[in-house]
Structure formats: structure tokens, C-alpha cells
């Protein structure tokens, strides 16, 4: 899959597009339908789709101090819009020049002669340009006038209200993931390297994949059933991981360290991708290690019985 970059012209292939605009992190039910009518019509109109989104997140550029709250790298991104089956992913890189961009300007130079885009899909609620006075209105009249099409995509519901990337970060926060993967559809995942670390989980008998969680939202601390693909090979695994400080050793360090069920291999300096499918309990310091490895025992057997 072709990865785009707004900021350099588009081979004469790619011209002609119709892009789906957003920013699309989640990529959850509500982005999916947004992608898939782009996707639709740019089949019905012998088109290439190309699916848009934004990095760094303008929230990050207009707000550097906010805890991290990314729910998918570009990587994933990537992978997801090509699984959808999408033409190319075109990244914004959303700087001082972007974000002073009029939306007049981003409409013409941007989407009309930089990209040559035939047309555009968005979502009800999608705003750009300079302050960010762009909308879906701009886009029908001020586009359509200079020939570039439009469609929106109404919000989708779900779970008893609309399906929105900030639900997913409220229900992972909350230590919901079976409701985050509901409006993903798909289990929130982190994506990282294994790092070696202090070793505390092989001398009790538990060794677990350090990873670190760089710019993902933090979901609640605590322990949960999990499953892990090593990217190298795509062997699924299935395991037991805890994500936070870790209470019980000093110093405190935040990682996501997973125990694999029934694996003994190394995967150090290996990428690997753990999925959150149940919220086991909360972090906790415990008295003696001993108790700390009788409810590791606990937690063991009930992501067993839960991951099947």
C-alpha cells in the first residue's frame, strides 16, 4: 500500500482519488463507514481510494502537554486502511503550516491541484482549515463550485450511543476492552518492541515481554487476558499481561509486560502486537511476593478460561 505524504505531489496514478477525510486513529465502526463508501465510490468510478489522517493528531500539536491518547500507530493505520481495501493512506503532518492553512486554501491546493482529487467523504462532524472553519458545507459549496465532489457519512451508533474514538478511550480507561473492541470491532492492541528488563517476572516463575507503551493511551492499570502476534512470523499466542508501574518493585517503571502461556522462546529485540480482550483486577501491591505469586496464579488460570 502506497503511504502519502500531503506535503509532495501525487504520482498521476494516484490524481483522480476519492479520499475519505479524517483523522481516523481508531479507525473504529464509525470511521469504517466513512473508508467504505470512499472505497465504493472510487470502485463505481474506476477511481483509486485513498484513506486520510493526521499526525501528529492536532490536539498533540495544540495541546503538547495531554497525557498520550493515540489508540493505533501509523503502522497499524496503515495495515487497517489496507485491510479495508484502500489504494494508498495519505498522511497529514499537522505542523505550524498546516494548522495556519485557511480551509479555502486546503480545499484548493491541497485536495484540488496538489492531489487532483475527484472527490472527498467525511464525516457529519469533520472540520479543517485555519481555526478550524471548514465543514462539511465549505466542502459541498465552496469545493463543488470548483469541481470537487463531496458525500457525508452520517455518525453511526452503537452500544446505545454514537460510536466515537472518545468512547473507546473512555471504555478502555474505564478497564472496558470488550466494549472498546465492540466499536473498534477488534480488540485495542500495542504494538512494540521487547525490551530486556529487570527480570522479576522470570525469577518468579512468569517471564514476561517487557514492552514499552510510548504514545498509546494508558487503558486502566491492572491485569488482563491478552493475546500476542509476533509480527516476524504471525504466531498468535495467548497470555496473561499487566500494564502500569508495578507496585510491588522499585523503582516504579510504566510497561505493558505480557506472560505467554506455553512459550519459551525468545522474542527479544522481536516487534510483537498484544491485544486486550478481558480486564482481569486492578494493579496491587501485596505484602509478600508469595502472595503476589499465588494470585499471578489466580489471574493465570482465569485468562485461560476466558481466552478459551
Known amino acids: 500500500m502506497r503511504w502519502l505524504d500531503h506535503r509532495e505531489p501525487v504520482t498521476q496514478a494516484l490524481r483522480g482519488a476519492i479520499i475519505a477525510l479524517g483523522n481516523f486513529d481508531g479507525f473504529h465502526r464509525g470511521h469504517q463507514e466513512v473508508a467504505g463508501e470512499a472505497i465504493k465510490w472510487g470502485h463505481e468510478e474506476g477511481r483509486p481510494s485513498i484513506i486520510a489522517t493526521f499526525d501528529p493528531h492536532p490536539v498533540r500539536h495544540f495541546r503538547p502537554d495531554v497525557p498520550p491518547f493515540r489508540l493505533t500507530t501509523l503502522e497499524q493505520r496503515q495495515e487497517l486502511y489496507l485491510?479495508?481495501?484502500?489504494?494508498?493512506m495519505l498522511v497529514f503532518h499537522f505542523d505550524g503550516d498546516l494548522a495556519g492553512t485557511s480551509a479555502e486554501d486546503f480545499i484548493t491546493e491541497i485536495l484540488i491541484e496538489r492531489f487532483g482529487a475527484f472527490g472527498?467523504?467525511?464525516?457529519?462532524?469533520?472540520?479543517?482549515?485555519?481555526?478550524a472553519k471548514g465543514n462539511v458545507e465549505l466542502l459541498?459549496?465552496?469545493?463543488?463550485?470548483?469541481?470537487?465532489?463531496?458525500?457525508?457519512?452520517?455518525?453511526?451508533?452503537?452500544?446505545?450511543?454514537?460510536?466515537?474514538?472518545?468512547r473507546v478511550r473512555e471504555a478502555l480507561r474505564a478497564g472496558d476492552p470488550q466494549l472498546a473492541a465492540e466499536l473498534l470491532t477488534r480488540p485495542f492492541a500495542i504494538r512494540g518492541i521487547v525490551e530486556?528488563?529487570?527480570?522479576?517476572?522470570?525469577?518468579?516463575?512468569?517471564?514476561?515481554?517487557?514492552l514499552a507503551i510510548d504514545t498509546y493511551l494508558r487503558p486502566k492499570y491492572g491485569v488482563y487476558a491478552v493475546t500476542g502476534t509476533i509480527l516476524s512470523s504471525g504466531?498468535?499466542?495467548?497470555?496473561?499481561?499487566?500494564?502500569?508501574?508495578?507496585?510491588?518493585?522499585?523503582?516504579?517503571?510504566?510497561?505493558?509486560?505480557?506472560y505467554f502461556f506455553d512459550?519459551?522462546?525468545?522474542?527479544?529485540?522481536?516487534?510483537?502486537e498484544v491485544a486486550f480482550h478481558h480486564?482481569?483486577?486492578?494493579?496491587?501491591?501485596?505484602?509478600r511476593l508469595d502472595d503476589l505469586m499465588v494470585q499471578m496464579e489466580k489471574d493465570c488460570a482465569r485468562a485461560k478460561e476466558l481466552l478459551g
Open 83 to 88: 485491510e479495508a481495501g484502500a489504494t494508498a
Open 120 to 131: 472527498v467523504v467525511t464525516g457529519g462532524d469533520f472540520s479543517f482549515g485555519k481555526g
Open 140 to 166: 459541498r459549496d465552496f469545493g463543488g463550485a470548483r469541481g470537487l465532489k463531496s458525500r457525508v457519512v452520517e455518525a453511526v451508533e452503537g452500544k446505545g450511543d454514537v460510536v466515537s474514538s472518545s
Open 196 to 210: 530486556h528488563g529487570d527480570k522479576n517476572g522470570r525469577k518468579l516463575g512468569y517471564p514476561t515481554a517487557n
Open 235 to 258: 504466531e498468535t499466542l495467548k497470555g496473561a499481561a499487566n500494564i502500569g508501574i508495578r507496585p510491588q518493585f522499585e523503582p516504579s517503571k510504566e510497561l505493558l509486560e505480557p
Open 263 to 272: 512459550f519459551d522462546g525468545d522474542l527479544y529485540g522481536q516487534e510483537i
Open 279 to 287: 480486564f482481569l483486577r486492578g494493579e496491587a501491591k501485596f505484602a
